[in-house]
Each structure stands twice: as structure tokens, then as C-alpha cells.
């Protein structure tokens, strides 16, 4: 059973960079029938999708994240990664990783999400 | 801006029927945009119920209905139980590569 897991520090200082991974396990990442993906929460509020991977490295982000985000994979280690620039208070959130199973936007498996609070 | 607009509430009694609905601030929501839906409770992951527009997920009960009503993307819940009580999140591909949430019902089941 497909089982994805994110990790990453929970607290970011203010204009630092956001770093989290999410390793996939009992499926591989390299396959060519989906996307990676990652959803964010702030506390109270609602999702927002942040941006997507390929296996091959390929990329779609959120126009609104797009200039601070960058998501990568390691297809060796069957895991991906987000990393958030310049971060803000605004950035707090519980952030989830999910396949996105192609076309489309469906989201059929996601990790328990992991709370990132920036601050001082 | 909210460029997909969901009812921020509703309130079904149980038994009832229910329907959700998932539009764009500008233009009509198709099949090309891919909608599907998601239910989270507190403190959980979303779990996907209805993909490319009308497509039940595994495991989701028949309860559950997706179809374009309109100009909208719409979710319907016939039968409405007391753990239907949630939030409800539809999720568009504007293209480009770019998918975008609607902002989210909060459903009551009273």
C-alpha cells in the first residue's frame, strides 16, 4: 500500500527558506502515471495547491508561490522535496504531499501533513 | 480573489440531499477542467471522493454524486449522515499545468 511521509524542520525563521521532503513508500516514484505534489493549509483556513513534480524532474507551480518555490525529486532515495524562499508568517501551514494520478487533479493518496511554523 | 467559488456553509438534515457546488469567478466550469472533489474532517488529510467530474473514488459510498450543474462543477450527497459533516474542497485544472482549490464548504448534518 502506497504510503507517503513528509519531514522537514517545524520551525522556520522569518525570510529563511522552507525545506521539506516526503518519501514515498510501496510504490515507486519513477512512474510515468502520475505527478507529486504538494497542498497547503494555514491553520483554520483552506487548501492551497503549491505545485507539482514529474519523476523526469519536470515542474508545474502556483503563479502565486511560483518565484520563491522550488520542488525536486530523487528518484534514487523514491522521495521529493519542497523548498520555499523568503518565507513570511504567511507561510505557516500544515503542508501535505500527495500523488496526483494523470490527467487531471485527483489526488488519491496523501501523507499525514506536516506543520511548518515561521516565526522568530 | 477567489478564482473558485464554493458556498462557504450548508446545512442538510439527515436523510436529506444536499448539493455542493464549485464555479469560477469568470466562465463555466466543463469537463476539461477536470473537477474533482475532497472531504476533510478536523485534523485529518483530505480523502478524495469524486474525480473527473462525476467518477466515484474506491470505497466511497454511492451516496456521493459528481455532475456539472450549469455553469458549475457539483458534488451531492443524498441520504446526508451525521459523519458526512465536514469540509468539502473541489479542486480545477485552469490549464498550464495549474490546478487551483475553491475555498471550501463547511457542511452541517442537523
Given amino acids: ?120 | 480573489q477567489t478564482v473558485v467559488t464554493q458556498e462557504p456553509s450548508f446545512s442538510v438534515s439527515p436523510g436529506g440531499t444536499v448539493t455542493l457546488t464549485c464555479g469560477l469567478r469568470s466562465g463555466s466550469v466543463s469537463t476539461g477542467y477536470y473537477p474533482s472533489w475532497y472531504q476533510q474532517t478536523p485534523g485529518q488529510a483530505p480523502r478524495i471522493l469524486i474525480y473527473s467530474t462525476s467518477s466515484r473514488s474506491s470505497g466511497v459510498p454511492d451516496r456521493f454524486s459528481g455532475s456539472i450543474l450549469g455553469n458549475k462543477a457539483a458534488l451531492t450527497i443524498t441520504g446526508a449522515q451525521a459523519h458526512d459533516e465536514s469540509d468539502y474542497y473541489c479542486l480545477l485544472y485552469m490549464g498550464r499545468g495549474v490546478r487551483v482549490f475553491g475555498g471550501g464548504t463547511k457542511l452541517t448534518v442537523l
Fill in chain 1, 1 to 120: 500500500q502506497l504510503q507517503l511521509q513528509e519531514s522537514g524542520p517545524g520551525l522556520v525563521k522569518p525570510s529563511e527558506t522552507l525545506s521539506l521532503t516526503c518519501v514515498v513508500s510501496g510504490g515507486s516514484i519513477s512512474s510515468s502515471s502520475y505527478y507529486w505534489g504538494w497542498i497547503r493549509q494555514p491553520p483554520g483556513k483552506g487548501l492551497e495547491w503549491i505545485g507539482i513534480v514529474f519523476y523526469t524532474g519536470s515542474t508545474d507551480y502556483s503563479p502565486s508561490l511560483k518565484s520563491r518555490l522550488t520542488i525536486s525529486v530523487d528518484t534514487s532515495k523514491n522521495h521529493f522535496s519542497l523548498k520555499l524562499s523568503s518565507v513570511t508568517a504567511a507561510d505557516t501551514a500544515v503542508y501535505y504531499c500527495a500523488r496526483l494520478v494523470l490527467p487531471g487533479t485527483t489526488f488519491d493518496s496523501w501523507g499525514q501533513g506536516a506543520l511548518v511554523t515561521v516565526s522568530s
